[in-house]
Structures are given as C-alpha cells and as structure tokens.
Nanobody, 124 residues
Framework: QVQLVESGGGLVQAGDSLRLSCAASGDTFSRYEMGWFRQAPGKERDFVAAVSWTGSSTYYTDSVKGRFSISRDNAKNTVYLQMNSLKPEDTAVYYC?????????????????WGQGTQVTVSS
C-alpha cells in the first residue's frame, strides 16, 4: 500500500489561503484515487474533496465548493488541496487518503491508506 505524509497546515486568519500537500511513497501513485478529509474536535471525520487517478474528475463537499481545489501531480507523487477564503469552521485536522477502487464519490471505508494529518486553524 501507499504511504502518505501531509504538510502545509498552520494558523491563519479568516479569508486567508493555505495549500496542503500530501506526498505518497511505496507504490505506484497513479494507481490510486485520492481524497482529503477533515476532523474537527469532537466530530466525525468528514469528506472534503477527491480526485480521480488521472486528475480529470474531482468532487467536493458542498461547504467548500468554490473555495477549495484539489489537484494532483503524478510525476511528483503528490496531491494538493488549495484552500482559499478560509473560515473558522474550516478549522480541523486534515487527512489525505488513497484508494484503489475507482469512483471519486466514495465513503471513508473504501480508502485503503491514510496520512497522519495536518492541523489547520482559522482564527476569526
């Protein structure tokens, strides 16, 4: 299975931008469809965005549409989450995940590998 390491989190103010990165190793990155999830304190882990193995298809949860953008660079074995117009409610630990099964619309249990997470804190 692929191993995943997230980076790019931090403390920002409302309205700022951040770009998260997730570097993959250990297997052929382009075999995997990739997703970003987030978990706020005391809440369940929620889906944020997903991208197909070619990068041609993407899917977002409604609350981030128009503000977040997921992309991947298969040559660099990396998936990105560009987050613009950040809001305090975006505060969470963000996780990237990988799955072999095709389909960008998928529940968390279909993902095979998870990163350790990166903290994003948005102050008002």
């Amino acid at each position: 299975q692929v191993q995943l390491v997230e980076s790019g989190g931090g403390l920002v103010q409302a309205g700022d931008s951040l770009r998260l990165s997730c570097a993959a190793s250990g297997d052929t990155f382009s075999r995997y469809e990739m997703g970003w999830f987030r978990q706020a304190p005391g809440k369940e882990r929620d889906f944020v965005a997903a991208v197909s193995w070619t990068g041609s298809s993407t899917y977002y949860t409604d609350s981030v549409k128009g503000r977040f953008s997921i992309s991947r660079d298969n040559a660099k074995n990396t998936v990105y989450l560009q987050m613009n117009s950040l809001k305090p409610e975006d505060t969470a630990v963000y996780y990237c995940a990988a799955k072999r099964k095709r389909g960008v619309v998928a529940p968390p249990y279909e993902y095979d590998s998870w990163g350790q997470g990166t903290q994003v804190t948005v102050s008002s």
